[in-house]
């Protein structure tokens, strides 16, 4: 069984990952390091920066992930800064941003940014996106972070109201990690 280290200190993100990496066999364990968050135009920037932090503290195979909400109507805003405006003004200082904003131009889109680094070599960048809207009102209580916000396109309920296996299924994290599925099955 291979072992990776998932460096974040969000048990939701955990849980995400070892139900996808759990199907090649593949232990994931929580590391909560803690490290800086560069201000970036950029979830790619962030990401390879803090990789290359853990790198220098670490000698064994990890994951970091960032990932970031972009609203259309607010120019993308949160984006980069979305944990940071998360913990700020929570899901109802996004609502009350968008407070009498028509729900047809409520657009959004969530991106992951997953990092995977061995020791002593270049990390491997995944990305994954899943588009959808801003919901007018918090639904559900499953997830994390602004999951319950968030209605992917095609769907008629928020990420807060699926259970993980559904939600990985359409995801930005669930395709993200998907992809390292398929890296690792190659290496």
Do not use: W
């Amino acid at each position: 069984m291979r072992t990776i280290y998932f460096i974040t200190g969000n048990m939701g993100k955990i849980n995400e990952a070892k139900s996808i990496l759990s199907k090649i066999n593949v232990k994931v364990i929580q590391k909560n390091l803690g490290y800086p968050e560069i201000q970036a135009d950029s979830l790619e920037d962030v990401a390879l920066f803090g990789a290359k932090h853990i790198q220098k503290k670490i000698d064994s195979t990890f994951i970091l992930e960032d990932a970031g909400l972009f609203i259309e109507h607010l120019n993308g805003f949160p984006g980069v800064y979305s944990a940071y405006v998360y913990y700020c003004i929570g899901c109802s200082g996004i609502l009350n941003l968008l407070d009498g904003v028509d729900a047809n131009i409520r657009k959004a889109c969530f991106r992951s940014v997953l990092t995977y680094v061995e020791p002593n070599k270049k990390p491997h960048i995944l990305i994954g996106e899943c588009h959808g809207k801003i919901s007018t009102l918090e639904m559900g209580n499953q997830g994390f972070g602004y999951d319950p916000i968030f209605i992917p396109n095609g769907k008629t309920k928020t990420f807060a109201q699926m259970d993980t296996k559904e939600k990985n299924s359409i995801s930005h994290r669930g395709k993200s990690l998907e992809k390292l599925l398929d890296l690792l099955k190659d290496i």
